[in-house]
């Protein structure tokens, strides 16, 4: 496949073979093993107007993967399955989008899914490992590599394992950094902050306590397949972290927004009046969040699911603040 890219090159360019391999070798390293030779010699076609739209017949890993391919194979497993976010579309009517993040031993990547696609998530979980066949790719509004489905596209469940998913690495697989850093998309990072808005406008989901899929105001709450029923009230809270010199939106769910909330023995159970009340006393509060960063679609902007979260105490802040007088 390599050799059949670079022979593209040079037919379609000035180059030598030699001068497209050199130029591959390079892109291999400027990106320090983050792309195969495979994927390098994608990105260097692609910056010399070079289309390679070409049949995929082999199963790929996700680091092989750039815009630009047809009718794409992965095996990958599912790190994370995001909320439906609705739009209105240039004409006027209501459009959904929603992401399944994958992930194997070589990185990991989103797959968006449109308007009726989104009823493929209600199938499937996180951890789960998937096949998808007759995938396509293309570049995002961010120059990441997005796989997105079509008609022909078929995707399944399968029994195999993938134990490691390459992520960020750091102090507990997280990457200590500040909020005005942050850039990219599926990083796993761990930030630190004051709390300065929670938002409370839809905190509940429901859950059919049965199967544990989503009920939908469209379905009228009703279970596809258990009809009516006594939803599990789950809680999602968008949050703004500010660190005094830039701001992030994070997401923090269940647990975690009960952390945040201060409120870890409180059942909400989907009164919104009580969960507005502890929003509005959290705020100011000092956190540390760890998460994975993913690109909202409806915002146009970087946020942060939160995996983890520590509020911090006084008694933390005044030591932390006198070690930094030490090390003035």
């Known amino acids: 496949m390599v050799e059949e890219i670079i022979q593209k090159i040079v037919e379609e360019t000035e180059l030598s073979e030699e001068e497209v391999k050199e130029q591959v070798n390079s892109k291999e390293e400027e ?108 570049e ?23 134990e490691e998913v390459k992520k960020e690495s750091g102090r ?50 009703k279970c596809k397949e258990h009809g009516d029923v006594e939803p599990i009230y789950k809680i999602a809270l968008p949050m703004i972290l500010d660190n005094g010199f830039k701001n992030i939106r994070c997401i923090v769910f269940n647990e975690t927004a009960k952390k945040v909330l201060g409120a870890e023995n409180i059942d909400f159970a989907g009164d919104l009046e009580k969960i507005k009340m502890y929003a509005e006393e959290s705020k100011g509060k000092r956190v540390k969040v760890k998460g994975r960063t993913q690109y909202n679609d409806f915002f146009d902007t970087i946020e942060i699911v939160v995996n983890e979260l520590d509020v911090r105490q006084t008694e933390e802040l005044l030591e932390q603040k006198i070690e930094e007088m030490k090390s003035v």
């Open 31 to 138: 990106f320090k093993g983050l792309v195969s030779e495979e994927g390098a010699a994608h990105l260097v076609a692609k910056e010399h107007g070079v289309k390679i739209v070409k049949d995929v017949d082999k199963d790929l890993k996700i680091e092989s993967i750039v815009p630009g391919m047809s009718k794409a194979n992965v095996k990958a497993k599912i790190v994370d399955i995001t909320d439906i976010n609705t739009f209105e579309n240039s004409d006027g009517e209501e459009g959904k989008v929603r992401n399944l993040v994958l992930g194997d031993e070589t990185g990991t990547l989103r797959m968006s899914l449109w308007n009726e696609q989104t009823e493929v998530a209600d199938k499937l979980d996180k951890e789960d490992v998937i096949e998808i066949n007759n995938a396509y790719t293309r």
């Open 140 to 162: 995002d509004n961010r120059g990441n590599t997005e796989l997105r489905i079509g008609s022909n596209t078929k995707i399944k469940r399968i029994d195999e394992e993938i």
């Open 172 to 221: 507990g697989g997280y990457k200590e950094t500040r909020i005005e850093e942050i850039e990219d998309e599926n990083k796993y990072l761990e930030v630190e902050g004051e709390v300065v808005q929670i938002y409370t406008n839809s905190p509940f989901y429901r859950k059919c306590p049965d199967c544990n899929n989503t009920l939908r105001k469209d379905d009228d709450y």
